[in-house]
Each structure stands twice: as structure tokens, then as C-alpha cells.
């Protein structure tokens, strides 16, 4: 299984701040990486596929890079509606695996 | 706009069996990937099992291989998800998911999830 690892578990940070949380997989995972984020009580949404590509609505303030085992997601100007949980999931193959989570914090 | 709407979610006791739903609508079911993601209280997000578009190939993790039965219903679009020999640490919010089209499983729309709860 691919095992992957999410850092930091925890930001606190200011509106207007910039935020990047990485993610890293034990094996090379050839860009099928996404993003997910979930707000307190709701379900995960998603946000990047396929390492860079945003969802359709998503705002360009977030974007996402990244190759092989070491991928980012960077949030450039941290807005209210941004303080949640953030989570990268490889589809590579299966099982598919989740990192463990980054909580976005009110500073 | 698609709707993913679970239910069968509730209290049972280590051992015995439960079976979820998924009641999809907005957009064509038999032609997609389906998917059951939990997550425990207070913890992060665990994939669980995958159904293709229509029923040929399924996988499931480690921890539910054996227990669970992803299962599908494509005349009625509906997921189903059949948990026998229930533990503990089956406590969680189940979601179901729809794949987005593509190789590859991204989970592109999720349900509001249903709460099973595992206890004596």
C-alpha cells in the first residue's frame, strides 16, 4: 500500500496569509495526487486533481504542484471560508490512501 | 445537481451486520466508479471500497476485506454497502462518493454520510 504523509498536521494563520501544506508519498505516485477539503461537520470536498488541476468553481487562490513522491497544495491569500481540514489522497492504485489531515486554524 | 444521499447508518453491536445505502441522482449512475470512504470520530479520512460503473470490478481495504460487500443496484441507482462482523473500530461517518471520469479515482462529489456506531 501507498502510504502518505502530510505535514504540517496543524497551521494557524492570519486572513491574507499564504498556507502550503505537502504531502508525500512512500512510492512515486506519477501526479495522481488530489486534495480534499472538509469543514467542520461536512463532507470533504474536492478541491485539485491530478496534482494541479482545480475543480471546476474552485477558487485560483488555491493551486497545487508537485511530482513523483513530493507534492504541495498553497493556499496564496488565506480567506475566512479557508479555515478547515485539508487532505491529499493518492490514486495511483489501490488501496486508495489518505495523508492524515492538515487543520487550518484562525491565528 | 448531484445528490448522493445515504441511510442505514445507526447503532449496532460488535458481531452483528449492517447494510448502508446510497440513493444517487443529478447524473447518469451506470456511468460511474462508486466509492465508501469512512471516518472515525475526530480522525482522518479511510477509503474503504470501490465499485466500477457497472459491478465488474470491486476493491476494498485491508481492514473491511472479508467483513464488507460493496454491492450495486444500477436500475435503481443506488450503492450499497454490507458490513458483517462489526467491530469497535468500524465507528465512523460512511460517505459514498462518485468517482470524476477519468483513469484514475478522484472522488468528485461526496454524500452528507451516515453515522454507524459500533458498541454493546
Known amino acids: 500500500d501507498i502510504q502518505m504523509t502530510q505535514s504540517p498536521s496543524f497551521v494557524s494563520a492570519s486572513v491574507g496569509d499564504r498556507v502550503t501544506i505537502t504531502c508525500r508519498a512512500s512510492q512515486g505516485i506519477s501526479y495522481w495526487l488530489a486534495w480534499y477539503q472538509q469543514r467542520p461537520g461536512k463532507a470533504p470536498e474536492l478541491l485539485i486533481y491530478a496534482t494541479s488541476n482545480l475543480r471546476s468553481g474552485v477558487p485560483s487562490r488555491f493551486s497545487g504542484s508537485g511530482s513523483g513522491t513530493d507534492y504541495t497544495l498553497t493556499i496564496s491569500s488565506l480567506q475566512p471560508e479557508d479555515f478547515a481540514s485539508y487532505y491529499c489522497q493518492q490514486a495511483n492504485s489501490f488501496p486508495l490512501t489518505f495523508g492524515e489531515g492538515t487543520k487550518v486554524e484562525i491565528k | 445537481q448531484v445528490q448522493l444521499v445515504e441511510a442505514g447508518g445507526g447503532v449496532v453491536q460488535p458481531g452483528r451486520s449492517l447494510r448502508l445505502s446510497c440513493a444517487a441522482s443529478?447524473?447518469?449512475?451506470?456511468?460511474?466508479?462508486m466509492h465508501w470512504v469512512r471516518q472515525a470520530p475526530g480522525k482522518g479520512l479511510e477509503w474503504v471500497a470501490v465499485?466500477?460503473?457497472?459491478?465488474?470490478?470491486?476493491e476494498y481495504a485491508d481492514s473491511v476485506k472479508g467483513r464488507f460487500t460493496i454491492s450495486r443496484d444500477n436500475s435503481k441507482n443506488t450503492l450499497f454497502l454490507e458490513m458483517n462482523s462489526l467491530r469497535a473500530e468500524d465507528t465512523a461517518v460512511y460517505y459514498c462518493a462518485k468517482d470524476r471520469v477519468g483513469p484514475k479515482s478522484f472522488l468528485e462529489s461526496w454524500g452528507q454520510g451516515t453515522l454507524v456506531t459500533v458498541s454493546s
Open positions: 465499485m466500477s460503473y457497472d459491478g465488474s470490478d470491486k
Open positions: 443529478g447524473f447518469t449512475f451506470s456511468d460511474y466508479g
